[in-house]
Structure formats: C-alpha cells, structure tokens
C-alpha cells in the first residue's frame, strides 16, 4: 500500500519560494497507476487543488496557480515535489500531496498527513 | 472552472439521525463526483468515489448517489465518530474543484 509523507520548512518569508517534498513508500513514482498530486487548505478555508503529475513528466495545474507553481519527480528519491514561487500570505495553508488513480474516478484516495506552511516575514 | 455547491453549510444532528448533503456541479460531471471526510488536524479520507462506490474499509452507513449535475452523500446511522466537515469534489475536469464544505456537528 503506497503511503505519502510531506516535508519542508514551516516558515517561508513573503516573495520568497516554497519547495515542499513527498516521500513516497509502498509504491514506485515511476507507476502508471497514480497520478501525483498536491492540495491545500488555507486556515478555515476550504481545499484547494494545485495541480498533478504524471510518470511520463506530463503536468496539469490549477490556473489560479499556473504562473508560479512547479511540480516534477526525482525517480532516483521516489519522491515527488512542489515549488511555488512568489509566495504572500494568502499561500499560508496546509498543504497535502495524494495520490489520483484513474481506476477509482480519478479520486484522491491516498493523501500525506499535510505540513503546515505560514508566510510571514 | 467547474462550480461545485454543496447544501446545506452546516447541519446539527443527533447520534442515530439519517443525514444527507446534497452537492450540485454547474455542468454535467456524469459519475465524476467523490466525497471526502475532513477532521481537525487530520488529512481528508476518501469516502465515495465515482458518485456511489464505497471506498475500502468505509463502513457501510456512508453512501453516495446521483449522476450529471445532482449528488448526495448519506449517513445512514449518524456516529460519534462522524462528526467532521464532508465535501464533494469533482474529477471530469481540470482544474478539479471542490465544494465548500459541510459541517456535520452534534445536536
């Protein structure tokens, strides 16, 4: 059973870049099975989907996002990993990585415990 | 984007009630609809995906109905341990989008 794990720093300063990592166990990035993805939830707000990538590199990201956002796969670490550039209060959230598999309706059906991260100077 | 809504926004009930949520796409999403659990502190878990199917190791007071633009998530049985914030999302397209939320609280 493939399990996630979240890592990166808590506390990333406004203007600067967020680079969060998932670990991934059980399972092989490298799988045709998952599409690889992250979301976030900002205080006592709702999700929000970021964006995913698939073994073959291929991406899709949320347009809100688009111009400041990057996901991509190190296969030699088995993780996968999210940057996000130009960061402002409003990118203050929990965010999660989780797996998407086309066999279950593309449903996020695994998910990491979430890492907090606050934007603050 | 595809808009999701979900009804009502919160809700107060008792251990044993019936409850339902309803969740409506602004176009048709056929069976592209999941529903997740959320709890403070924790990740969300999935509960239905495809509109009706019982993701494994949910119990079966959780179901999922609907198709095109209408869905529903019901609680059969209410639990203690089912009081959390429910919400729907849907996967026919990008960006996926997820409905706002609904708060299940104890009465």
Known sequence: QVQLQESGPGLVKPSETLSLTCNVSGGSVNSGSYYWSWIRQPPG?????????????STNYNPSLKSRVTISVDTSKNQFSLRLNSLTA??????????????????????????TVTVSS | DMQMTQSPSSLSASV??????????????????????KKPGKAP?????????LQSGVPSRFSGSGSGTDFTLTISSLQPEDFAIYYCQQSYTTPRTFGQGTKVEIK
């Open chain 1, 45 to 57: 707000k709702g999700l929000e989907w970021i964006g995913y990538i698939f073994y073959s590199g």
């Open chain 2, 16 to 37: 044993g009630d019936r409850v339902t949520i309803a969740c409506r796409a602004s176009q048709n999403i056929n069976n592209y609809l999941n529903w997740y659990q």
């Open chain 1, 90 to 115: 409003a990118d203050t959230a929990v965010y999660y990585c989780a797996t998407m598999t086309m066999l279950k309706f593309y449903a996020l059906d695994i998910w990491g415990q979430g890492t």
């Open chain 2, 45 to 53: 878990k999935l509960l239905i995906y495809g509109a009706s199917s």
